[in-house]
């Protein structure tokens, strides 16, 4: 019996089963370079296996709404740029201008700290992975064709090699690599299949015939268990079942706590997709929508109508209030169509609303489309990284040139949309009472805040158990808040990472706090503690 224990939980559950290990192709280039002769054939065989992709991705749409990101990048004139100027100006042969092209795209989204951006480099990489595999010939892995119950071992595993996934067989996924907020994951937790993810080094010294024991509750894999353990498993396995079904059950309450105060309980997103599995939990808002993230997963600064587009929709589907955040670029998150000058220190740098505000045209842009969804549902606009008044004030000005400018067209809004900021720095915790004359809200961004607070870079895996939202001095700061918003009569939410915890939950109530947002699958277990 061994145990290994692990950190990320991607997807609830416990499980006990035998291992397959998921067995990956070899997907290296083939080498060598082409003559001026063999130019045309290259690019030819790259169409080709464009075309046989596409005809298998489009029959999974349907299953699936990933697939049809995938197509989009497959279509992406970026892509076929990539791949046809390595074969016509450096001679590369089509299967190492398809690695290289890949491996440039992906690279934009793969730098940054943030778990939700390395899955779009997931996702370029799985497109790449496919038309390798037609340019080399190679049939990938079919999970498809299991057909005895087992927990499936991976390096990591991408959407594609999740499509056939049975519930009824796959009892469990761990993965070496991988985040939480990977498809692999998303897609588990939609079939509430325990899953582990970025455990380290684990395939190589596993056995064949291994069984083992995951616990993704605690975060714990157990590699041939005695026959307690096992057995333990087993009735363990049982009791959460009941216990998820019984939590499941509690959706329909709404979030009031003992006391009698209506808590507003909400979800983080990051696109339309993620609005529509939040709305399963029966949740009150939306209290984050990082825009951002339609912006990187762009070619171009997504235009007004564009991103009017996508608002409109989301505030039609949302239940209450849907709080768009303005731009939050920069730190560690790139644009692949905007050169940033290298700083020394990104996240103390141009980063989020001083970029707006230095980019007036392409800020008002972003408003004039979330002024415009306004008119079809309950939007609020919230600032990120505000650190003084003036700042504040300055977004509050260009909101109000842009109605100006919507009025004199005709265009209907919501005149009395809600202006609201995240409190993520040190500096709008200690102006706090100044901030909640002139906000209409508050959000605390503990991600941030928690960061710039200890002096930690909140990506930095060597400070990762220093790093920590229940640190005395975050949660002065937090409770320092909510009395100063609830002082000029606001409401103060929270939309990190913490307002997700359920240990953290009471502690909140007792602070005050009137909203959580968070991602959809920690809602649950949120809304229990509220009631409870
Ligand atoms: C935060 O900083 O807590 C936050 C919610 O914003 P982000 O994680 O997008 O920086
Ligand atoms: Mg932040």
């Keep these: 019996m061994k145990e290994v224990y692990v950190a990320k939980t991607a997807s609830r559950g416990i499980a006990a089963a035998g291992v397959l290990k998921y067995q990956e192709p070899d997907y290296t280039p083939q080498s060598g370079d082409v ?18 992709v596409k005809a298998v991705l489009a029959d999974w749409v349907s299953q699936n709404e990933i697939f049809a990101a995938h197509l989009e990048i497959l279509d992406d004139f970026t892509l076929q740029d990539g791949i046809y100027s390595k074969i016509e100006g450096e001679h590369k042969n089509v299967q190492a201008a398809l690695h290289d092209t890949i491996e440039e795209l992906a690279a934009v989204f793969a730098m940054t700290d943030d778990d939700y951006m390395c899955e779009r480099a997931a996702d370029i990489r799985d497109v790449g ?27 990591d595993l991408y959407p594609s090699d ?90 329909n309450t709404p979030a009031v706590t003992k006391d009698g105060k ?16 939040a709305l399963e939990m029966n949740i009150d808002g939306i209290g984050l929508f990082r825009s951002e993230f339609l912006y990187m997963e762009n070619t171009h600064f997504p235009t007004e109508e564009e991103q009017f587009q996508v608002y409109s929709k989301a505030a039609a589907l949302c239940p209450g209030e849907l709080t768009i955040r303005t731009l939050d670029i920069g730190g560690d998150k790139e644009l692949s169509y905007f050169e940033f000058d290298k700083e020394e220190n990104p996240f103390l740098g141009w980063r989020a609303i001083r970029i707006s505000l230095d980019m007036k045209d392409m800020f008002k842009q972003q408003l004039r489309a979330i002024l415009r969804a306004s008119n079809f549902g309950h939007v609020r606009i919230m600032f990120p990284m505000i650190i003084s008044i003036e700042e504040f004030r300055a977004a509050r000005e260009a909101v109000e040139e842009c109605k100006a400018e919507l009025k004199a067209e005709g265009k209907a809004y919501d005149e009395g949309i809600e202006l609201g900021m995240m409190i993520e720095t040190p500096a709008s915790v200690l102006l706090a009472q100044e901030f909640a004359r002139e906000a209409d809200f508050f959000s605390i961004g503990t991600n941030d805040l928690t960061q710039y607070l200890l002096a930690i870079d909140r990506g930095n895996k060597k400070l ?6 229940l640190h005395p001095a975050v949660l002065r700061a937090i409770s320092q808040v909510i009395e100063a918003g609830h002082r000029e ?5 929270m939309c990190g990472e913490m307002a997700g915890d359920y240990r953290a939950v009471k502690m909140l109530l007792e602070m005050g706090l009137d909203e959580f947002s968070m991602s959809a699958g920690n809602i649950d277990y949120v809304r229990e503690q509220i009631c409870g």
């Design 35 to 52: 003559t001026d002769e063999q130019i045309e054939t290259e690019k030819e065989k790259f169409e080709k296996a464009r075309e046989a």
């Design 129 to 155: 992975k496919r038309l390798m595999a037609e340019l080399k010939g190679i049939s990938l892995p079919d999970l498809g064709s299991l057909s005895k119950e087992a927990i499936v071992v991976a390096r």
């Design 162 to 251: 999740t499509v056939k996934i049975n519930p009824d067989f796959v009892k469990g996924i761990i993965t070496e690599e991988g985040g939480v907020t990977s498809h692999v994951s998303i897609i588990a937790k939609s079939m509430n299949i325990p899953t582990l993810v970025g455990v380290g080094p684990l395939l190589e010294g596993l056995n064949e015939d291994a069984v083992i024991c995951m616990d993704a509750e605690r975060g714990m894999i157990i590699i041939d268990p005695d026959e307690a353990t096992l057995a333990d498993y087993q009735m363990r396995k049982e009791s959460y079942e009941k216990e998820r079904l019984r939590l499941q059950s509690l959706r």
């Design 262 to 277: 209506r808590i507003s309980l909400c979800a983080n997103v990051g696109n339309l997709e993620d609005i529509q599995k």
């Design 464 to 469: 990762a158990d220093k790093y920590d939202y």
């Design 489 to 493: 009569g606001i409401k103060v939410g």
